[in-house]
């Protein structure tokens, strides 16, 4: 997923804003989803991402705590979700140089 967003430890950063990426790696009970072809008990992708796209547009300073607050909030909306791993990287960090990206992963 991609997302215009605000995050920054520098004053600028959250002013003229980025793009950033993320990832989401879902582990979640199959049980009844998979045995009963049940769609409505399914963790739904689009609700996945219109949460993350909400947390997106909550200004943080580290790209760290974006991605501890997109997986609360997921796991939040989908109680059946047994783990997430989040990866989040900013495009094109201002660090002074050529640099494709930054990220962290982090796992709950």
Do not use: W
Request: aromatic residues 6%; hydrophobic residues 40%; contains cysteine.
């Amino acid at each position: 997923m991609e997302f215009r967003a605000y995050h920054g430890c520098y004053d600028l950063e959250q002013k003229v804003g980025n793009r950033f990426n993320v990832a989401l790696k879902i582990t979640t009970e199959l049980g009844e989803v998979a045995d009963e072809d049940a769609v409505e008990k399914a963790v739904n992708y689009l609700t996945v991402y219109e949460v993350v796209n909400r947390q997106m547009a909550v200004t943080c300073r580290t790209i760290e705590s974006v991605a501890q607050n997109i997986i609360c909030a997921v796991k939040e909306q989908f109680p059946q979700i047994v783990e997430i791993e989040c990866t989040v990287a900013k495009l094109a960090p201002p660090l002074g140089g050529k640099i494709g990206r930054v990220s962290v992963t982090l796992r709950g």
